[in-house]
């Protein structure tokens, strides 16, 4: 019985970068044989192991043959005398495909194991498929294209690339399941640089069958008077890029990547260009939501955003009743934190376009500051004060509280009561600087 490391480890190790996680491959073993050294069984489909004292995964070296369309169609064929090699012969990528000795003290021992010309790969910085068995499993394009997010100096071999297209051509990406849709696409989202991963899947074909909303922001163009070099899905990817560049969390990115789907929809005689899209970037958003089961904490930042990063925007313009009205629309006073995130997402948006990298956003600071002043007035004392005998106290309580609200805020952004009061309830008359 040998254990080898396999995979990433490898791959990682020779790239000089720090070796995070650990898969291994046992060769020349029974399940038995692995019981009696204290292993404990967890895999369902094929004999995958913890050991007993760091509870890393230890998998027997298998072999597999496709019986149906999608993820799961798979049967797995494991025995003692399934070989290294035809272990790493089923796995994705050659840079992948790497092994290297385990010894008894969990040091990597010996020469590395590189069958499939791994090694020359990684230097050459280049992406490329194992073998004829990559297209049996449609997951692959997606951790291909997540691969590329966080490698972004490694390109797609052309032979690769060809073959996530007739794998798309052939349905194989329809019957990815949701969770695993949105796993991956959760994960790419968190690397250094998202913006190639749905850029990958949309060479490929993937792009418009896992996340067709996006898909169709592509080629349509900006306004012409903002930002007109780049088509809306370009802007969206320098977007979702500067907001991992920022290292926001995954609901900020999120929410980056979906805050402008309704510009796909905008009739050709809406001018100026996409004005109420962002009613309309909800409606799209919340059915991918659910088609993906994407979780509750990204898809309420997402519909946030998407409803109100046009007001977030023109802040500037507002007064304070406007900016109150805004609050208690995204429930800022009560989830303080979210909203912060909400204002991430919205300095991701206006600073993720050609030439305003690093240009001010005053408006975040502005809507912290108003905040902080709306949030101070004591509701309860407000309450106290009002007579107990008043039929309609629980309104004249929400009612003052906001007056409250208002006076705290002017104060804060030093306006005078009742000098400015720009529209912030969703219905811009004139489009937002977005």
């Given at each position: 019985?040998?254990?080898y490391?396999?995979g990433?480890a490898?791959?990682?190790?020779?790239?000089?970068?720090?070796?995070?996680d650990?898969?291994?491959?046992?060769?020349?073993?029974t399940?038995?044989q692995?019981?009696?050294?204290g292993?404990r069984?967890v895999?369902k489909?094929?004999?995958?192991?913890?050991?007993p004292v760091?509870h890393e995964?230890?998998?027997?070296?298998r072999?597999?043959?496709?019986?149906?369309?999608?993820y799961?169609g798979?049967?797995?064929?494991?025995?003692?005398?399934?070989?290294l090699?035809?272990?790493?012969?089923?796995?994705?990528l050659?840079?992948?495909?790497?092994a290297q000795?385990?010894?008894?003290?969990g040091?990597?021992?010996g020469p590395?194991?590189?069958?499939f010309?791994?090694?020359?790969?990684?230097?050459?910085?280049?992406?490329?498929?194992?073998g004829?068995a990559?297209?049996?499993?449609p997951?692959?394009?997606?951790?291909?294209a997540?691969f590329?997010a966080?490698?972004?100096d490694?390109?797609?071999?052309?032979e690769?690339?060809?073959?996530?297209?007739?794998?798309?051509?052939?349905g194989?990406?329809?019957?990815?399941?949701?969770e695993?849709?949105?796993q991956?696409v959760?994960?790419?989202?968190?690397e250094?640089?998202?913006s190639r991963?749905?850029?990958l899947?949309?060479e490929?074909?993937a792009?418009a069958?896992?996340?067709p909303?996006?898909?169709?922001?592509?080629?349509?163009?900006?306004?012409?008077d903002?930002?007109?070099?780049?088509?809306?899905?370009?802007?969206?990817?320098m977007?979702?890029?500067?907001?991992?560049?920022?290292g926001?969390?995954?609901?900020?990115?999120?929410?980056?990547?979906?805050?402008d789907l309704g510009?796909a929809?905008?009739?050709?005689?809406?001018?100026?260009?996409?004005?109420?899209?962002?009613g309309r970037?909800?409606?799209?958003l919340k059915?991918?939501?659910d088609?993906?089961?994407?979780?509750?904490?990204?898809?309420?930042?997402?519909v946030?955003?998407?409803?109100?990063?046009?007001n977030?925007?023109?802040?500037?313009?507002?007064?304070?009743a406007?900016?109150?009205?805004?609050f208690?629309?995204?429930d800022?006073?009560?989830?303080?934190?979210?909203?912060?995130?909400?204002?991430q997402?919205?300095?991701?948006?206006?600073?993720?376009?050609?030439?305003?990298e690093?240009?001010?956003?005053?408006?975040?600071?502005?809507?912290r500051?108003?905040?902080?002043?709306?949030?101070?007035?004591?509701?309860g004392?407000?309450?106290?004060?009002?007579?107990?005998q008043?039929?309609?106290?629980?309104?004249?309580?929400?009612?003052?509280?906001?007056?409250?609200?208002?006076?705290?805020?002017a104060?804060?952004i030093?306006?005078?009561d009742?000098?400015?009061?720009?529209?912030a309830d969703g219905?811009?008359?004139?489009?937002?600087?977005?």
């Amino acid at each position: 019985m040998k254990i080898y490391a396999v995979g990433g480890a490898i791959r990682d190790k020779l790239l000089g970068l720090p070796v995070q996680d650990r898969d291994y491959v046992v060769v020349g073993a029974t399940p038995e044989q692995m019981a009696a050294q204290g292993f404990r069984p967890v895999g369902k489909d094929f004999p995958v192991f913890l050991h007993p004292v760091t509870h890393e995964e230890y998998a027997l070296a298998r072999t597999e043959r496709k019986t149906a369309a999608g993820y799961h169609g798979f049967q797995f064929f494991y025995s003692p005398d399934v070989t290294l090699e035809e272990d790493l012969e089923r796995r994705d990528l050659t840079v992948n495909a790497m092994a290297q000795e385990v010894s008894p003290d969990g040091e990597l021992t010996g020469p590395i194991v590189d069958p499939f010309n791994g090694q020359a790969d990684l230097e050459a910085r280049v992406f490329r498929h194992v073998g004829d068995a990559f297209i049996e499993d449609p997951v692959r394009i997606l951790r291909v294209a997540r691969f590329a997010a966080r490698f972004a100096d490694f390109t797609l071999a052309p032979e690769t690339l060809e073959l996530i297209r007739t794998m798309v051509a052939a349905g194989e990406v329809d019957a990815l399941v949701p969770e695993r849709v949105w796993q991956e696409v959760s994960r790419g989202l968190m690397e250094k640089k998202p913006s190639r991963m749905f850029n990958l899947l949309r060479e490929g074909g993937a792009l418009a069958r896992v996340l067709p909303e996006i898909d169709a922001l592509y080629g349509v163009p900006q306004r012409a008077d903002y930002h007109p070099e780049v088509d809306t899905g370009v802007h969206v990817m320098m977007v979702v890029d500067y907001a991992a560049k920022r290292g926001y969390t995954l609901p900020v990115r999120f929410a980056a990547l979906t805050h402008d789907l309704g510009k796909a929809t905008t009739p050709d005689h809406v001018l100026p260009r996409h004005i109420g899209h962002e009613g309309r970037s909800v409606d799209l958003l919340k059915p991918l939501c659910d088609r993906l089961r994407v979780p509750n904490e990204c898809r309420d930042l997402a519909v946030l955003v998407a409803r109100e990063h046009g007001n977030i925007h023109r802040v500037m313009e507002m007064g304070a009743a406007a900016l109150v009205r805004l609050f208690e629309r995204s429930d800022a006073l009560r989830k303080p934190a979210r909203f912060a995130e909400a204002l991430q997402a919205c300095e991701a948006d206006a600073r993720g376009r050609l030439g305003f990298e690093t240009r001010d956003y005053p408006q975040a600071e502005r809507l912290r500051d108003a905040l902080t002043a709306a949030r101070g007035v004591d509701a309860g004392a407000i309450a106290g004060a009002l007579d107990d005998q008043r039929t309609d106290k629980p309104a004249a309580i929400k009612d003052a509280v906001h007056r409250a609200r208002v006076r705290a805020v002017a104060q804060a952004i030093g306006e005078k009561d009742g000098e400015k009061d720009a529209d912030a309830d969703g219905t811009q008359q004139r489009p937002p600087g977005n």
